[in-house]
């Protein structure tokens, strides 16, 4: 019986070694065929805002990179809610994955309570895009040249101004629900589907104030149908060199604040993940890409694909008591 029972352990034991010596076989199986149909990749804004043309930028390079096909479309809405359980929805296998910003992977979950989905549980990161720099700009007809002229009307008439965001919880009113609490003013928020729309509401005159991001806006201040007041970022840009930056009118703690990046549905194999991760380093280096992204006025973020999540959980940690402040879900 213990011969018997010797050879039965022995056996068990090679039989165990051989499947583990397999499991990186078989990871590297997994990537190996991928992709064999076309990629999706989910979008939560709409077609022709900044977001879409980086998405649009990384599902062209990244698809050549793995050899494939990465399709975008476009799920608006809902502060990317929509877009989030649509990629949830689908197989962990790598054929779908969501361009995720800050509003999906942070924002949302001081916008939207309960929020139907976890950013650090159910997703898992491919890797970082970019960030972007923000401009509050305003209606030519409020005769606002500077961010003093906007606080002493706004001091002097409260909730006369409306805003407009690419969504509720979305950056762009994070950006400006920010900037209202350190200089003690009060506006209306009016969200809308995303930047082109809020943008035009502004032009039109139906909104007043908006904090696009700099690519969004560049065109239609050239045109001068809009007038940038501030820059929200670390200093002035090349591109608006009279524009002064937030920390020059004394407004600290503006950063990059609008940053993006690829995730996917967490359990997707991680050979998988890497492969887009490589991908990802190609879209970085491709001189194309980097000329696009200066155009842009896009801010180029390369990182490991764990990078994502990293920064999801150190910006909801730094983010959380002021977003809990401003009690975003009640708007």
Request: aromatic share 6%; proline share 7%; with cysteine.
């Amino acid at each position: 019986m213990k011969k018997h029972f010797c050879i039965a352990k022995i056996v068990a034991s090679v039989w165990t070694v051989g499947l583990l010596a397999q499991t990186p076989v078989m990871a590297q199986d997994a990537a190996s065929g991928y992709p064999n149909r076309p990629v999706r990749l989910i979008v939560s804004q709409q077609a022709g805002g900044s977001s879409d043309t980086v998405a649009r930028l990384w599902a062209e390079h990244a698809g050549k990179a793995i050899g494939g096909s990465i399709v975008v479309e476009n799920k608006p809405g809902a502060g990317g809610i929509i877009a989030a359980q649509q990629a949830l929805s689908q197989p962990a296998d790598g054929y779908t994955l969501m361009f995720g910003g800050v509003s999906q992977m942070v924002l949302n979950k001081f916008t939207y309570k309960p929020l139907p989905y976890d950013p650090e549980k159910d997703f898992t990161g491919v890797g970082m895009l970019t960030t972007v720099p923000f401009v509050l700009v305003v209606n030519p007809e409020t005769g606002f040249k500077s961010l003093d002229d906007l606080v002493k009307y706004a001091k002097a008439h409260p909730d006369k101004l409306n805003f407009a965001s690419a969504g509720l919880g979305n950056s762009t009113q994070l950006a400006v629900e920010l900037l209202q609490k350190k200089l003690g003013v009060s506006m209306v928020h009016v969200p809308f589907k995303g930047e082109p729309d809020g943008v035009m509401a502004t032009i039109g005159g139906q909104t007043q104030v908006m904090a696009p991001v700099v690519g969004t806006a560049l065109p239609h201040i050239k045109a001068k149908k809009v007038v940038p007041l501030v820059v929200l970022a670390p200093k002035r840009l090349a591109e608006l060199p009279d524009v002064p930056a937030a920390n020059e009118l004394g407004v600290k703690d503006f950063d990059y604040m609008g940053w993006s990046g690829i995730v996917t549905k967490a359990g997707t194999p991680a050979a998988i993940v890497n492969k887009l991760n490589e991908a990802t380093k190609a879209f970085h280096n491709s001189p194309e890409v980097q000329e696009k992204l200066r155009a842009m006025m896009v801010i180029p973020m390369a990182g490991a694909a764990s990078q994502v999540m990293e920064v999801t959980k150190r910006d909801t940690a730094a983010w959380g008591p002021t977003l809990n402040s401003l009690n975003l879900s009640s708007k």
